[in-house]
């Protein structure tokens, strides 16, 4: 009965663990491994066409050379190609995929279907059965129909989200939509927007479902972190733009981080401001980007400002923000850590480090793993107190710690003997003298003794 609930109890406990770790949704910036609609910045571990080893297994990249991408087309690791086989995307399809074996009808390539790999902002597949609608907004078609498009469309009509399908319709909506919403599978939005091959429209009575805020081109941000887009992505940025976030998370200090970052020319310019002292805490473009890792500020609010020139044309940024606490934290480096203080081509006074959410990360891990190791050695000693319970010998050293182990019976009455300097287990069988011989430098324990242990692991 013991050992029951306690295996019960151990089972609560893991299943309250993996509902922690998956709580949550995509949109947010630290469950995200990609912040292009595509896919195409994946470098994550997926090595099959499912998630969690479902699907087909992926080939390796150095193994590929009979087709058109492999780690020898790709020898500076640009597409994030090489003597793995890990998901990719190195021709900016609509999401990562990979080389399979082929098969009967000549199919060699397939789709990942990648659960962490959608963008910020990107709030999952949805079913529109069209009565009601998913989304009880305006709506429109175009046959020239981008993910941006739909948004900048919702954005104007003052809705929170937008919502993409078979291609080329666009659907507006608010939370409450979303909240009567039902999700389906990420493979289900799978049909190519009519006005961007490189970008996903939602499916057949399927919804690709999007927050209006991504790459809208002024905004006021004030929730503990989040992600900050240039204006009209995941499409390029426009000529001529001339765009404003003010940014005032909780906390005395910011950490921003740049996922992406690709300006056409030193004339498309980001500032970074004290937005109390209008101070320049840092200033990128096309030929100065933002070094690699968090840039931690000395200010509680701030003022992002982007323009670009009359020719501007590029992918833009994608950043993800969060507050600080203590602002007194931030320039001293902890022990071992490699962080440095960089000055900007303006001289703004910007502090880096080299590995994003090093300290969260290492601490998660660290609690993950804890949590693993004891629940595998609960796991390990349950079931060998089961195994005890249909075992008849147990021999306990003397002032040292418990000693089990079973013997090869399965129906024989208890014997139990204990030696001061090690413990082990025998058969009992009456007249073995392998047995008897082994025993002989052991102690038979008292009757009362006996007894008491057997109460013990009966009650365990």
Not at 243 to 251: D, M
Not at 296 to 318: E, I, P
Not at 366 to 376: D, E, G, H, I, L
């Amino acid at each position: 009965m013991g050992t029951r609930v306690l295996q019960c109890f151990l089972l609560l406990f893991l299943l309250l663990q993996l509902r922690g770790a998956s709580a949550g949704s995509l949109h947010s910036p630290g469950l995200s491994e990609c912040f292009q609609v595509n896919g195409a910045d994946y470098r994550g571990h997926q090595n099959h066409t499912g998630p969690r080893g479902a699907g087909r297994p992926c080939l390796f990249w150095d193994q590929t050379q009979q087709h058109s991408y492999s780690s020898a087309s790709d020898p500076h690791g640009r597409w994030g190609l090489g003597a793995h086989n890990f998901c990719r995307n190195p021709d900016g399809d609509v999401q990562p995929w990979c080389y399979v074996d082929e098969t009967e009808e000549g199919i060699y390539w397939r789709y990942c279907d990648i659960p962490t790999c959608h963008m910020p902002g990107y709030l999952g597949c949805f079913v529109d059965s069209g009565a009601p609608p998913a989304l009880s907004g305006p709506s429109g078609t175009s046959t020239k129909l981008t993910v941006q498009v739909c948004l900048r469309f919702c954005r104007m009509k003052g809705y929170q989200l937008a919502g993409v399908e078979a291609g080329y319709a666009c659907f507006c909506g608010s939370e409450s939509d979303l909240a009567r919403g039902r999700l389906a599978p990420a493979t289900d939005c799978d049909q190519i927007c009519f006005g961007h091959p490189g970008q996903l429209c939602g499916g057949d009575g399927r919804l690709g479902i999007y927050e209006v805020s991504v790459g809208s081109c002024q905004g006021n941000w004030t929730a503990p972190q989040g992600v900050i887009y240039s204006p009209d992505f995941p499409d390029e940025y426009g000529p001529d733009r001339n765009c404003s976030w003010a940014l005032g998370p909780p906390g005395a200090a910011l950490e921003l981080t740049f996922r992406l970052f690709e300006l056409a020319d030193p004339r498309d310019r980001l500032e970074l401001r004290d937005a109390v002292s209008g101070n320049l805490l840092g200033a990128f473009d096309g030929a100065r980007p933002p070094p690699p890792g968090p840039l931690r500020l000395r200010a509680a609010a701030l003022l992002l400002t982007f323009r670009s020139d009359a020719r501007g044309h590029a992918q833009g940024f994608a950043l993800t923000y969060r507050g600080l606490q203590d602002a007194a934290e931030d320039p001293a480096p902890s022990k071992g850590s490699a962080q440095t203080t960089a000055a900007s081509p303006d001289g703004a006074n910007v502090s880096c480090s080299p590995r994003p959410g090093a300290p969260q990360a290492a601490m998660g891990a660290r609690v993950f793993s804890t949590v693993t190791a004891v629940s595998m050695l609960l796991l390990l000693l349950l079931s060998l107190l089961r195994l005890l319970r249909r075992r008849s010998c147990l021999l306990a050293p003397g002032k040292r710690p418990l000693a089990l182990g079973p013997s090869r019976g399965s129906r024989r009455s208890w014997a139990v003997w204990y030696r001061q300097s090690r413990g082990m287990a025998l058969p009992c069988t009456p007249g073995d003298s392998q047995a008897e011989s082994t025993a002989s430098s052991y102690r038979t324990l008292s009757a009362s003794s006996q007894s008491s242990l057997r109460s013990l692991i009966s009650a365990l």
